[in-house]
């Protein structure tokens, strides 16, 4: 894939990150292009979750480059940077307790079009459709999951940001959700996604950054998965 | 059916009466305090004297350019309204990152500070504010004057409007959203610092809006603020920090309660309303409408 003439979705370069005084990103690269899954692997405190905070603009200080689409996020606010068509799933979720699961799914505004109307997004999770009078922390947490993810895509945002979209699911859960990126990736979505499920990511994203100790220390595709089975696995701790 | 219980008819619907007019500022007051609180996490002690500031905004125009009341029902928010949202914007906004303590003894701080300017400039004695609406209605057991139930009525529409728009609108959402997770609302585009700051703005325009009607009823005057301002927040720890609901609802019935005590007990009516709140804090700490952390 070349880069030359549309810039790519994302560009990190030389990431350096800080929680107050501790430094907890210390040299992160990476490159996400339009349409592609990439996912983010690496042991509990690497610094994923960490990466995916900083793009989207909350981290107190960040120092480095951060793109999207050619433009830097140098100094933005985190409402500048969803501005630009940026979206984050967090790990928790995040589900509004004073607001039904319908006032959830509606309430991110829409920034800019090209985001799913709502018919498209209760076709594609026609559970959320069924429990939207609900409060939203009353859902199960394979529904908080879905609502959580279904709540951005009709900002028109087009570059998710999902952090562990798997954890804690069970299997026919974390299935669906792996069918409901397939399908996201099909409308045109980019995905950066943190995972610790990797026999889940391993058959779901196209290229993987490896982060150790807030650094990127590897990088692959999908296909260099197969051959190099035991390194990354070693590499991931698995 | 001139005495209920023993007590004149007259005295008992005179001092219902007069425990609605208190309870609607107790109510007006406590909503903005649960207002800021709920979602600024910010002790706002400068309230009393904010509302003070409405009143005295009242007072200046009409004595100065002669604009009536109702100009000033309009005016003196706004302009009371400005002055928090420069509070929020070069003062409290700094301080929220830190424990909340320094925001409340800057709230405090501030307060003491325009209170003296206030004296300074105008003198510590209170000025008069003449009635805008003159004669009242004659139920056969009291009398009421009008600017009294107009009060009433403003207050519950004012504080039933708020609630309602928090409750209902787009905005209101925001604002419950925002209140449990701001920077993940931040994520969805949202300019939350400039929704706190108008939030404040708006809670502070309130404190004002009750100053100016106020104004005919208390004398205008640099400490009437703070004599209100124990009481209301006695009120909000009863109905619980925070809560919109319970600050409307705790605001009228403790003024009712006080009226009622006024005509039973009238040794115990300026002591009332912390008896409730001692016994709420015994029985139920977290108040009436809250939900406990």
Redesign the interface.
Known sequence: MTESHTPPMLRVSQLRGFYGETQALHQIDLVVQPGEIVCLLGRNGAGKTTTLRAI???LSRREGQIEVLGQSTQGM???A???LGV??C?EER?I????SAE?NL????V?MPGGLSVQEIYTLFPNLYERRRSQGTKLSGGEQQMLAIAR?LR?GAKLLLLDEPTEGLAPVIVERIGQVIRTLRERGFTVLMVEQNFRFASRLADRFYVIEEGSVIDSFHQDDIAPNRARIERMLGL | MDTLFGIPLAALVGQVVIGLINGSFYALMSLGLAIIFGLLHVVNFAHGVQYMLGALVAWYLLDTWGISYWWALLLAPLIVGLIGLAMERFFLRHLYHLDHVYALLLTVGMGILIEGLVKFKFGIGGQPYPNPMSGGADLSVAFIPWYRLWVIAVALVVSLGTWLFIERT?IG??L??A???P???????????RMLMLTYAFAVALAGFSGVMAAPIYQVSPHMGGSLIIVVFAVVVIGGMGSILGSIVTGFGLGVIEGLTKVFYPEGASVVIFVVMILMLAVRPSGLFGRGQ
């Not at chain 1, 509004?96 to 607001?99: C, E, Q």
């Not at chain 1, 509606?106 to 505004?109: F, G, I, V």
């Not at chain 2, 920077?183 to 610092?193: D, E």
Request: positive net charge; charged residues 15%; hydrophobic residues 45%.
């Open positions: 989207m603009g909350l606010p985190p409402e940077i969803a501005r979206a984050y967090p995040g509004f307790a004073s607001l006032e509606l309430l991110p505004p920034l951005i900002t | 787009k959402a925001y419950r959203a209140n449990e997770n920077n993940l609302v931040r994520t969805f585009g949202i300019n939350v610092p």
